[in-house]
């Protein structure tokens, strides 16, 4: 059996695995081959991301704030209610193959919990995230809305969501409650309505994300709509939220799926998939061992690619 250790951490791996089974963290380096968030980030995503970290000061507190606070409120938000997900499990491979395709470059911690009402979240600190599923998605969600849904949710980490989507859950408590927590005086009415708009627009990224991975529109239109109720609030209402409403995100999903950068980003999973497939230590089509370098069978004579 061929083995490896991890760069990371040292442990020793099969040499088939995606991620560390220790870290979680991948164990082949990403390159120009992987998905990178640019192929498939929403516009304004991008915009008001850098208008937050504009703010440097208040990033920064805030980073601190969550990345020491992470395990705190895994225990406080969960409690006994939730299970760690085991690696072996049906789950898991749905997580480790979204991170994959993804380019994640570090799984999340996976527990499934009795949540107030059917729903998953990611939290904590961009390098070392928390995933929560609420048990009753798993029995209400087709298979593939599963992979929907925890790809949305891996398209934050890769994103690099966690730390602000966490302060602008913490806006809809009240500015009160946030400054005092950062130890700033006071957080403006402006920066909580741009925090909240960049809310919306990073889950039109997430939604992008999900549907490369799915690659089926109605799919992922389907997981909305069980999340949602097919509720559509007015333009309004949505200001004062962190999600765009369901008839604006269905719009936007039709709208990236007939783009071209919708194209790119599926061809550049394809020709990844490809290239991981000729580098495994055996043969694609006889299944003898092979030097993983190599680009044709010594046994067969057939090509990798």
Not at 165 to 175: F, K, N, Q, Y
Request: glycine share 6%; proline share 4%.
């Amino acid at each position: 059996m061929l083995e490896f250790a991890c760069r990371f951490c040292g442990v020793f791996n099969r040499f088939e695995r995606l991620f560390c089974i220790s870290c979680r963290r991948r164990l082949v380096p990403l390159t120009v081959y992987d998905l990178s968030v640019d192929d498939f980030a929403y516009p304004g995503d991008v915009d008001n991301m850098h208008a937050l970290e504009g703010s440097r000061i208040f990033t920064g507190l805030a980073r601190r704030f969550i990345s020491g606070k992470r395990d705190e409120m895994l225990r406080r938000w969960l409690g006994d209610r939730a299970r760690l997900v085991e690696q072996s499990s049906k789950l898991y491979e749905i997580v480790k193959r979204c991170g994959w395709i993804l380019g994640v470059e570090r799984l999340p911690e996976v527990y499934v919990a009795g949540l107030p009402e059917p729903n998953a979240f990611t939290f904590g600190d961009d390098d070392n995230a928390v995933l929560v599923i609420d048990y009753r998605m798993l029995e209400l969600l087709t298979e593939d809305e599963v992979t929907a849904l925890v790809a949305h949710e891996l398209t934050h980490v890769k994103s690099r969501h966690l730390i602000y989507h966490t302060l602008a859950e913490l806006m809809l408590r009240g500015v009160d409650i946030v400054a005092p927590i950062l130890g700033v005086g006071v957080v403006t009415a402006s920066l909580r309505m741009l925090l909240l708009a960049w809310h919306r627009d990073s889950e039109v990224t997430a939604d992008r994300g999900a549907l490369l991975v799915v690659q089926k529109p109605d799919v992922l239109k389907g997981l909305l709509a069980k999340l949602t109720g097919a509720a559509d609030g007015g333009k309004v209402e949505e200001l004062f939220k962190t999600h765009p409403n369901f008839r604006s995100r269905v719009e936007k999903i039709n709208e990236f799926y007939k783009s071209p950068e919708y194209i790119r980003a599926v061809n550049k999973i394809r020709r990844r998939e490809e290239l991981n497939q000729a580098l495994a230590p055996l043969c694609r089509f006889c299944k003898e061992p092979k030097p993983v370098e190599a680009f044709f069978c010594p046994s067969c004579g057939r090509s990798q690619l």
